[in-house]
């Protein structure tokens, strides 16, 4: 399926028609991905807001998934196989580098009469933060259902410092953990010299990879590919 026809479950169902074209043409933020997290719809309102054209994703994975948000994606991704609807609040990176703070509808993505995909319309949460009647899932509780440990989310952070210097927010957002934990567990990573704390003022911190923590997060990933 390539930016054809599709089918939305939770009440609605589009097919391949007049609809669908203006669906496509919207700029309303439209995208949808099958189970291996590949972009299978991909609308002009995407296009406008996370500035990828549609040839650039269409069949790709996921262009603002990363090692941490994976774990947001797989946990809708399991909802949407029961035939449930979630909504919730998120943060994305365009491919401007811009941080958009959204909330994601998604619901289940038909073929004929088989579940397929995930079907999300996208909304900036500031236009809709105030409706009271849209309840809203945060993306942090999402990933707290993962159970993950300690040891989990601090290769989280260090595969996220492996792109360069960051600010805690840039780590919360890269390695999907909320920004506290982040600076929580990062005090334990430079006692431990696998980051160092290189600027420090009243407004932010930067940090990098030492390359004791380099040589770590290679070793895991060495690891992980065996396993």
């Known amino acids: 399926m390539k930016n054809g026809g599709f089918k939305q479950g939770c009440g609605l169902m589009y097919e391949e028609n007049t609809l669908v074209h203006n669906i496509l043409k919207s700029n309303n933020p439209v995208f949808a991905f099958d189970f291996d997290s590949k972009i299978v719809f991909w609308n002009n309102g995407s296009e406008l807001l996370f500035n990828y054209e549609k040839d650039e994703v269409i069949g790709k994975e996921i262009p603002f998934m990363t090692s941490g948000s994976k774990y947001e994606f797989d946990f809708v991704i399991s909802r949407i196989k029961e035939g449930k609807c979630i909504n919730f609040k998120t943060q994305k990176r365009s491919k401007n580098n ?3 703070d959204l909330v994601f509808f998604a619901s289940p993505l038909y073929n004929d009469s088989e579940v397929s995909g995930v ?3 996208v909304h900036d949460f500031a236009s809709i933060k105030n409706l009271a009647y849209i ?6 509780c999402l990933l707290k259902d993962q159970k993950r440990t300690f040891i989990q989310i601090r290769k989280l952070i260090l595969a996220s410092l492996v792109g360069g210097k960051k600010t805690i927010n840039q780590i919360s957002l890269d390695a999907g953990v909320n920004w506290r934990t982040v600076e929580k567990h990062l005090t334990f990573l430079i006692g431990k010299k696998y980051v160092a704390e290189i600027f420090s003022s009243e407004y932010v911190r930067i940090f990098e990879l030492t390359s004791f923590g380099t040589n770590f997060i290679k070793k895991v990933e060495v690891e992980e590919l065996v396993e």
């Open 98 to 100: 811009e941080i958009l």
């Open 119 to 121: 079907l999300v319309n």
């Open 135 to 140: 309840p809203l899932e945060n993306t942090y």
